[in-house]
Structures are given as C-alpha cells and as structure tokens.
C-alpha cells in the first residue's frame, strides 16, 4: 500500500482554484504510485470559518469532476475538506472520499471545537474505508485529539488512522505526541495532513507525516514547504520521503 499526505496551501474560498492545486497534486501522486492521498481539514476552502456558509461543497459537483475521474483512472483513493450540508441543512466540516469505484464517501467532524460551534454542528462520523484491502477509519482535526476516537477506529478494526488537520505550532506540541502513543498503543500506522502556510489567520505548523505501528516516523514534512509526504509499506515493512510540490 502507498499512502500519501498532502501539506498544500489553500487560496481563500476560491473552490475551483484550490480544486485545480488539489488535482495538480493528486497526478503528481500518480506518478509515485500513491493509493490514498489524503487532504488538509477544509483543504478545498481553506481553514475560512466565517465564509464557510456561503462556500459549501456539493460532494457531486461538477468542480470535483477531474478528482473524481483521476480517481477512476488511477485507482486512486482521494479525501479532501470542504463545508458540507447534511440532514436538516446542517453545516459540517466534511471530508469527501472519492473512491476508485467512482462511489463518494462521506465522513463529517465529530468532535467540533468550541472555535468552530459558532459555525459547524458536530457530525457523525462516517464509514471506515478500504484501500488495498486495508480499512482506513477517518479523522478531522479536533478528532485525532480524542483518545477514543482512535481507540473506537482501531476496536473496529483499522490499521490506518487518517487525519485531516489544521494545526499551529503549539497544537502540533499536543497532537503529535498523542498521535503517534496510538500508533504504538493500538498496533496502527497514523497519518497526518496538515497546511502549509497561513489559512483563516491561523499559521500551519506544516510538518505533515505517517508514523507506522510502532509509532516511529516513515515520512515527514521538515516544515511549512507544499509537499507530498508518501509511504509505502511493502512485506511489512515501511519506508517513505517527502517530496517538495514547489510552483
């Protein structure tokens, strides 16, 4: 299985814009093989709490169309952030799995921080998905931060934890260290999207990574730099790089 994170900045509510860059990575993760390729929180938005309403994202429009087919094509499974309305019109943080099946999975933000209420509803989490035969349960933000969140995920049997983050540099202090305590307690590799750069006046720490099951790290952005943070684990074994995504 090859896995990736995308550490991409993200243009201010200009949907067709960042959806242009995520598919300028998405190919590039092609290119390396890459079976899951997984986005910041909100990554199609940016982190833009207060115009989150007026930019929400249809899972099937037609502005995702090129993910989806490179998804197709490529067998490919992609999961990007975005502001979804759910039942009864409620506002989510969502993230939007296109799959190779050309199937759209949908997973919302369970535990909504007490920064974003004023906006988003807590959601529902969604379907663990399955790539390569490998079930990968799903995780936004504030999510990875609670222990049993991960716990119930790996309970359920999964063997990749994927989180969509926006976190600074004092939240990558708190998150890291207990993200890679559930790689090492739970028997599960751990992957984490964040930003580069700066998004709703928030700076990204950036330092996107995968950590394998023993905790220790297979991959890991060294900054704040676009990149591809790509693992690959083959006969059991892990081995990763970063790859720089300049331009």
């Known amino acids: 299985m090859v896995i990736a994170a995308a550490q991409i900045s993200a243009a201010r509510g200009d949907v067709p814009a960042n959806a242009s860059r995520h598919l300028r990575f998405a190919e590039t993760a092609a290119k390396h093989g890459v079976q899951l390729l997984v986005f910041p929180e909100l990554s199609l938005t940016g982190y833009e709490l207060e115009i989150a309403r ?28 975005a502001p979804i309305r759910g039942e009864g019109g409620a506002l989510h943080i969502g993230a939007i799995a ?29 379907r663990d998905l399955v790539v390569e035969g490998v079930p990968v349960g799903l995780a936004i ?11 119930a995920a790996a309970s359920r049997g999964v063997k990749l934890y994927a989180a969509s983050v926006m976190i600074d540099g004092e939240g990558y202090v708190r998150k890291v260290p207990l993200m890679r305590s559930y790689a090492r307690q739970h028997g599960i590799a751990v992957l984490m999207a964040n930003y580069s750069g700066v998004s709703g006046g928030e700076v990204s720490a950036g330092k996107s990574a995968i950590w394998g ?4 790290p297979v991959a890991e952005s060294p900054g704040t ?23």
């Open 98 to 126: 296109m799959l190779p099946t050309g199937v759209v999975s949908i997973y919302t933000k369970v535990h909504v921080h007490s920064s974003e209420a004023h906006v988003f509803e807590c959601g529902s989490g969604g």
């Open 141 to 151: 933000c504030r999510d990875a931060a609670i222990s049993e969140h991960a716990a």
């Open 213 to 216: 099951e023993d905790g220790e």
């Open 54 to 81: 007026d930019h929400v994202v249809h899972p099937d429009d037609m502005v995702l169309s090129p993910l989806r087919q490179l998804a197709d094509s490529e067998r490919m499974t992609i999961v990007v952030g």
């Open 225 to 247: 730099e676009e990149s591809l943070v790509i693992g690959r684990r083959e006969g059991g074994i892990w081995s990763g790089r970063c790859l720089p995504m300049a331009g």
